[in-house]
C-alpha cells in the first residue's frame, strides 16, 4: 500500500476512527471537509475507498468548475449522483476506488486516468472520459482547462470474489484514505420501477431518453455526439418542466422537436393511469427516472437475508482486514429516496457497523440520519 501525503505539514490524528452515518449520500462530503479542514486530512490526495450500488461520478451539467473549487459553497448544489467529481475538481480526492457489488456494471473493472476540468466556453466541469457512463450525460469534452488529473479504479467484490488478499493488493490503496460504504452496496433496489409500474412507465421512458453509444470515440466525432446529446437532455428537462408547472403541453413554446412528439405521446397515458389512481402525476419524477434510462436502468436487486449476512460477515470483513486503517468512515443509508430497501436497510447498518468495530478501534457513530430528517 502507498502513502500519498504531500502536505508538508503533519496531519492530525483521530484518537479513535469516526464514523459518520448519513441518509442522503452526498451529506458524507460535508464531514470528509470538515476533516480536511481541521487537518486530519490533507487538502490535496485524499482517496476515496467507495462501495456501492452506484458510482456517484457524474457532474451537474451545469455546475461550473468555479463553482466546484468554492470550497465547502460548493456542498448545497450536491447531489446523490454527482458528488465525487467536485471535490476531485478541487483537488481534495485524489483517487478513487468505486468497489461494486456483481449486480452493479456501470464501469468497467480496471484503472484509468481522467482528467477533469472546465468547459473553456462554458466554464462548466466535465471529463476527458469516452465512456458511455459520461457521454450518455454529455460530459465530456477533449479541451479543458484549470484540469486536474485523478484515478479511478473499479473492481467487484463479492462472496464469489477468488481471493478477497490478491483483489486488495491489485487495488494498492494510497493513504490516507477515507472508508466510504453505501448501505445499497449489499441490497439494491430501483426505485423507478414502481412508478406506474401499471403502465410499464420505466420501459416507456428508455425510447424516449435512450442513448446510442458513437461508433467512433474520435475527439471530433465524441464532441459533436455530446453537442446532440445536450441538446436532447436540455429539450427533455424543458418539456418535464412545463409538464411539473401546467400538467400539460398545451402551450408549450419550446421546439416541436421529435422530443417533443414523443413526450406528447406519453402525456395522456400517463394522465389516464394517474386518474385511474387517484394521483397527480409527479413530472419531474419522471423527468428524473428517465434520465437514469441511458444504460439500460440502474441496477436492481433486492438480496436474500443470507447473501446480506454472508457479504457483511465474510466478504467485507475480509476486505477491509486486508486494507490498511481509513482515517474516517462514512455510511449513507440511501433508504428515504429509495435505494436501499427499507425493510432491509435497519438489519444492514447493525451488521455493518458491528463489523466495522470488529475490525477498528472507532468512535461512538455519529447518526446525522436522525437529526435531518
Not at 54 to 73: N, S, T, Y
Not at 226 to 248: A, K, P
Not at 352 to 362: A, D
Amino acid at each position: 500500500m502507498s502513502s500519498n501525503n504531500s502536505n508538508a505539514n503533519p496531519l492530525k490524528h483521530f484518537k479513535k476512527i469516526p464514523i459518520y452515518i448519513v441518509e442522503e449520500h452526498n451529506d458524507a462530503l460535508q464531514f470528509i471537509y470538515s476533516a480536511i479542514g481541521g487537518k486530519k486530512l490533507p487538502i490535496e490526495g485524499t482517496s476515496l475507498v467507495h462501495l456501492d450500488a452506484h458510482p456517484d461520478m457524474l457532474i451537474d451539467r451545469k455546475l461550473k468548475g468555479e463553482e466546484a473549487r468554492a470550497g465547502r459553497k460548493v456542498l448545497q448544489s450536491l447531489q446523490i449522483e454527482n458528488w465525487i467529481v467536485p471535490a476531485v475538481a478541487a483537488g481534495h480526492i485524489g483517487s478513487v476506488v468505486w468497489i461494486r457489488p456483481p449486480w452493479a456494471n456501470q464501469f468497467t473493472d480496471g484503472s484509468r486516468l481522467i482528467q477533469v476540468g472546465d468547459h473553456p466556453a462554458t466554464g462548466f466541469l466535465r471529463v476527458d472520459s469516452k465512456e458511455p457512463y459520461y457521454l450518455s450525460d454529455a460530459l465530456y469534452s477533449s479541451r479543458l482547462v484549470n484540469k486536474r488529473k485523478f484515478r479511478l479504479t473499479v473492481a467487484e467484490l463479492s462472496p464469489s470474489t477468488d481471493s478477497v488478499q490478491q483483489l486488495c493488493n491489485r487495488l494498492d490503496i494510497n493513504t490516507p484514505f477515507v472508508l466510504d460504504i453505501d448501505l445499497d452496496f449489499f441490497s439494491t433496489a430501483n426505485p423507478f420501477l414502481n412508478i406506474y409500474e401499471g403502465i410499464g412507465l420505466y420501459d416507456l421512458l428508455e425510447d424516449i431518453f435512450k442513448f446510442d453509444p458513437p461508433e467512433s470515440d474520435d475527439p471530433e466525432t465524441l464532441e459533436k455526439l455530446v453537442m446532440s446529446r445536450e441538446e436532447q437532455l436540455q429539450q427533455l428537462e424543458d418539456l418535464f418542466l412545463h409538464l411539473e408547472e401546467y400538467g400539460n403541453l398545451d402551450n408549450y413554446a419550446g421546439e416541436k422537436s421529435i422530443y417533443f412528439k414523443k413526450v406528447s405521446a406519453l402525456v395522456p397515458i400517463v394522465l389516464k393511469e394517474a386518474t385511474r389512481l387517484g394521483q397527480s402525476p409527479d413530472w419531474w419524477a419522471i423527468f428524473a427516472g428517465g434520465c437514469t434510462r441511458d444504460q439500460g436502468g440502474l441496477p436492481h436487486h433486492i438480496s436474500s437475508e443470507e447473501l446480506i449476512t454472508e457479504t457483511i460477515g465474510k466478504t467485507l470483513k475480509s476486505f477491509l482486514q486486508n486494507l490498511p486503517k481509513p482515517v474516517m468512515i462514512t455510511l449513507a443509508r440511501s433508504t428515504d429516496d429509495g435505494y436501499c430497501p427499507s425493510h432491509q436497510v435497519d438489519n444492514i447498518q447493525k451488521q455493518v457497523l458491528n463489523t466495522l468495530q470488529e475490525i477498528y478501534e472507532t468512535d461512538d457513530p455519529v447518526f446525522h440520519y436522525l437529526h435531518t430528517k
